[in-house]
């Protein structure tokens, strides 16, 4: 079994969730439609998996962000609810189920993102290319924004999965460079860095997120938004993180909403043209504002 790291094993007891991260349970006639329509096409989504706690609201409103090349990851993250391990054979037929499912949504906007699939040469990226292009062919009108995993510098891979005409590219950096060995221990910090890089000379706008809370300094977050500003990022969403189960890395710290409005404000300084910074803000939350910034 792998141990999950920790920032501090000495803390005498964990910081209490705090009012502003309380969520309404998901409800209504729109969240219950989504809600069929993933069952019925047997679609995966970030919103589950991820325990995202705006899937209420994002499902009520009649969006959801899928998840591609099934639910299993190759990366042990220790910040990620996503199943890890060996993943079974990727479905050939995903994507036309998944542009058809967003088709009978009728959604203007869709998120697709995936799990890291480093055991394929290809890093999954012609499934990748496969799913942008079936939606556009099905949904004409709907705007793609893609969340796109790291794929270890297969530039080739890049340059594939994001050939397709979406509209936005994300790629999230999740958290400042010192922490990258025990959050991300398969990743790269600069290595994150010219993935965006590439994705703006490409001529793709470029989007990425950062987790607060897990023990990061403001002048590291400044110094990552610093970074992100020299690759030519053109939005970037700031959220807390919150520990999904007891096994995974824990939160060091709650930030305030005043602290999120200050970031904001400074991200927004430094040239970043679009933050979206709050408690509760995920990487695909309000995406549909980002398109066109």
Known sequence: MIE?????????????????LRVKLPVGKEYAKVRKLVDQ??????????????????????????????????????????????????????????????????????????????????????IW??????????????????????????????????????????????TVKRLYRPVRPQARYHRSLEQIQLTKEAGKRTKSGLMLGLGEKREEVYEAMDHLVAQGLDILTLGQYLQPTKLHIEVAEFIHPDTFEKYKEEGL????????????????????RHVYV
Not at 6 to 14: A, C, F, K, L, T
Not at 149 to 157: H, L, M, R, S
């Open 129 to 174: 290319y496969q799913t942008v292009d079936k939606v556009k062919e099905l949904s004409p009108q709907t705007t793609i924004e893609t969340l796109i995993p790291d794929v270890k510098g297969n530039w080739k891979a890049l340059y594939r999965m994001i050939s397709a005409g979406q509209e936005v590219v994300s790629h999230n950096m999740e």
């Open 269 to 288: 300084k430094r040239g970043i043209k679009y933050v979206e910074s709050g408690p509760l803000v995920r990487s695909s939350y309000h995406a549909e």
């Open 41 to 126: 096409y047997k679609l995966h989504t970030i919103c589950e998996s991820g325990n995202c706690p705006n899937m209420g609201e994002c499902w009520g409103s009649g969006t959801a962000t899928f998840m591609i090349l099934g639910n299993v990851c190759t990366r042990s993250c220790s910040f990620c609810a996503v199943a890890t391990g060996r993943p079974p054979e990727y479905d050939e037929e995903e994507p036309l189920r998944i542009a058809e499912a967003i088709r009978l949504m009728g959604v203007k906007h869709a998120v697709i993102t995936s799990v890291n699939r480093d055991e394929l040469k290809d890093r999954g990226a012609e």
């Open 4 to 20: 999950l790291p920790v920032i501090s094993s000495d803390r005498p007891e964990r910081p209490r969730k705090p009012d502003w």
